[in-house]
């Protein structure tokens, strides 16, 4: 899983950052989204998943890398 957010789309609402802790931050200054993990370990797919689902900006997306090797 490959997380991609967009810091123009975000409203700073720090849904994700309530849902997914270590995953995502918020900056000091304006409270936009920082991904602190672009490749989450898989126990917290559903978490970031969710902060998908959560975000009111859409400004969070997944890539689903097959891992088939
Ligand atoms: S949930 Fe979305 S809008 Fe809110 S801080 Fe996270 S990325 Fe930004």
Redesign the pocket.
């Known amino acids: 899983m490959k997380v991609i957010?967009d810091q123009n789309k975000?409203?700073?609402?720090?849904?994700?950052?309530l849902t997914a802790p270590e995953v995502?931050d918020?900056r000091e200054e304006d409270?936009?989204?920082v991904l602190l993990a672009e490749n989450p370990p898989e126990g917290l797919a559903d978490d970031v998943r969710q902060?998908v689902a959560?975000?009111?900006?859409q400004?969070?997306w997944l890539e689903e890398q097959e891992t088939k090797e």
């Open positions: 957010v975000c409203v700073a609402s720090g849904q994700c950052v995502f918020q409270g936009i989204v902060a959560l975000c009111p900006a400004a969070i």
